[in-house]
T-cell receptor, first 113, second 114 residues
Framework: AQSVSQHNHHVILSEAASLELGCNYS??????LFWYVQYPGQHLQLLLK??????LVKGIKGFEAEFIKSKFSFNLRKPSVQWSDTAEYFC???????????FGKGTMLLVSP | NAGVTQTPKFQVLKTGQSMTLQCAQD?????MSWYRQDPGMGLRLIHY???????DQGEVPNGYNVSRSTTEDFPLRLLSAAPSQTSVYFC?????????????FGPGTRLTVL
């Protein structure tokens, strides 16, 4: 069975700092990768996804992620964070078949103004 | 489109009580699923369905029951609630059941079992 590991449980940044959240998965076959975000009190929303093609994926709100197959990684980046980016971020993997997702444990990002 | 709706938003149960969490979607999605979210655990799949009349177990199915009699609805039943089932429950749906697709999440139900 696949698993997803997110490196940091909590990250605290100041506004305008750069962000990189790590995500590694364990599955040797073809995968589809997702980053979801959960703002305080809200439900999960899709930030970006990778299915195939260009390994550098751009999502909403200035986020991007890079799929590195050799490292089994799909790290999320943003050049300059804002206070409104305060949220919990989840990496998820689908290893084929149905739409079933396996989620990482999440990273709570706090951006101070 | 209302998207994915869940009721109730909040619920408090006593140990041993049963209840049904409702989930509905109006997007004609084939695939629907239930997750529970616990602090530090991320989201874990309880049950999923790839179409009306077809359901299967996820990672943590014990204590929960599901059925899918229509495309739109996918209720989750707690047979005999236990404090370990205190959690936030999310329903999700996606259009294509046969390949990975973006899942759309409902607003969640916060359940407390005393």
């Amino acid at each position: 069975a696949q698993s997803v590991s997110q490196h940091n449980h909590h990250v605290i940044l100041s506004e305008a700092a750069s962000l990189e959240l790590g995500c590694n998965y364990s599955y040797g076959g073809t995968v589809n990768l997702f980053w979801y975000v959960q703002y305080p009190g809200q439900h999960l929303q899709l930030l970006l996804k990778y299915f195939s093609g260009d390994p550098l994926v751009k999502g909403i709100k200035g986020f991007e992620a890079e799929f590195i197959k050799s490292k089994f990684s799909f790290n999320l980046r943003k050049p300059s964070v804002q206070w409104s980016d305060t949220a919990e971020y989840f990496c998820a993997v689908n290893a084929g078949g149905y739409s079933t997702l396996t989620f990482g444990k999440g990273t709570m990002l706090l951006v101070s103004p | 489109n209302a998207g994915v709706t869940q009721t109730p938003k909040f619920q408090v149960l006593k140990t041993g009580q049963s209840m049904t969490l409702q989930c509905a979607q109006d997007m004609n999605h084939e695939y629907m699923s239930w997750y529970r979210q616990d602090p530090g655990m991320g989201l874990r799949l309880i049950h999923y369905s790839v179409g009306a009349g077809i359901t299967d177990q996820g990672e943590v199915p014990n204590g929960y029951n599901v059925s899918r009699s229509t495309t739109e609805d996918f209720p989750l039943r707690l047979l005999s609630a236990a404090p370990s089932q205190t959690s936030v429950y999310f329903c999700a749906s996606s259009y294509d059941r046969d390949r990975a697709d973006t899942q759309y999440f409902g607003p969640g139900t916060r359940l407390t079992v005393l």
